[in-house]
């Protein structure tokens, strides 16, 4: 499947694919190379899943069932922005046939205020210093994305602030979770909620934690994992860039 040219030239005057509508089917396209191993981490994470799934007894399900919680999946995005890897990812779980349910998490105004901890790490030249991104999308837009795709009823939209939306999610299991925030703090209270919160299995996805705009991402997974036994693995597909290297954790 070949590239239309105006998606091209637009692409190429971009600094983040990610405005970018992308898709999880084959053939996988070498413009959207970036966004590539967030689909074979979420693969990984429903491919345990289904594992689990198997060998759960009947009495669990059973007790699952009866506590209102069926769902063979739970999943969270935490930067939303566009949608469009929120969209890629629950097609996937409609695809896998698992029953499962997908919080997507933002401010959908952009970028909050940068902490003490980012003017410290960003670099020099970063544009954010001085000017707000992912500014460009709204709650409006994204909820009518998802609604075009046809995966409303699996999707969850909580606005605003992590610090005020994480204590309000339900009280679940996680078999994947896309941090995508690329500030420090985000990273940190993503982390300190989802991280026990994951079960056996779940993977927990980096975008910016090889980022060269974002460097805060790297440092925020670093001081979290120090003390922690699961491994950080490295995915990247094409040439090296500025954002191409992934990484993501399998919970113990």
Partial sequence: MDIPNHVAKRAAKLKFNSRLPFSANLPYQGLFAERLPLIHAFTLALHH????????????????????????????????????????????????????????????????DLSEADLRLAPENAQYRGQKLFADTSFEAVKA???????????????????????????????????DCDLFEPHIECLDYFYPRMARGGVIFFDDYGSREFPMARAAVDQFMLDKPELLFHLRTGNDGPNRTKTYIVKY
């Fill in 145 to 179: 994305r998802v609604a075009e795709a046809g995966i409303s009823d699996s999707v969850v939209f909580h606005k605003g602030l992590f610090a005020d939306t994480l204590p309000h999610l339900p009280a679940v299991q996680y078999h994947f979770v896309n941090i």
């Fill in 49 to 112: 899943a289904a594992l689990a799934r198997r060998k759960q007894s009947l009495y669990r399900k059973a007790r699952a069932w009866l506590a209102g919680d069926d769902f063979a999946f739970h999943a969270a995005e935490c930067g939303v922005y566009m949608g469009n890897s929120l969209v890629a990812c629950a097609q996937m779980l409609r695809a896998s046939g698992l029953k499962g349910r997908f919080h997507a998490l933002d401010t959908f105004s952009g970028l909050p």
